[in-house]
């Protein structure tokens, strides 16, 4: 009968019967693959999200309150429409599209009013 074998390194292991790994190091290195697709996708998202703050944040600066600017000078710049953080609904119902606390109205098919959350 063959003995248990290292779940990360697959060399064979000595010592109780339920034992996974051969030590600690293979243990910890096996449990950081599993967790690292997980972690990579959010992490990508993550990035994603402040490059798109980034973008927003770049177009107004530290003085001005709100901007237009076109979709495809948005695209240009590398933003992505399809991550955001959060909506918000004003009372006369625009919905504002935010990237934590930047964030735009899409005025027409063309247009779009970047705005700063002042809270």
């Known amino acids: 009968m063959k003995g248990k074998m290292c779940m990360n390194c697959g060399e064979p292991m000595q010592g109780r ?7 600690s190091y293979c243990r910890s290195n096996f449990n950081n693959n599993l ?8 992490r990508t998202i993550n990035d ?4 798109n703050r980034k973008i927003l944040s770049g177009i107004l ?7 237009k600017i076109s979709r495809e000078q948005l695209l240009e ?3 992505q429409f399809k991550y955001h953080t959060h909506y918000y609904k004003n009372h006369k119902g625009n919905v504002y ?8 109205l899409k005025l027409d098919e063309i247009w779009y009013l970047v705005v700063r959350d002042k809270r």
């Open 48 to 51: 994603v999200l402040k490059k």
């Open 35 to 42: 967790k690292a697709n997980h972690y990579t996708l959010v």
């Open 77 to 79: 710049r590398g933003f």
């Open 17 to 23: 019967s339920d034992k996974k790994f051969c030590d």
């Open 97 to 104: 599209v935010y990237c934590y606390d930047y964030g735009y």
């Open 61 to 67: 600066g530290d003085e001005m309150e709100t901007a």
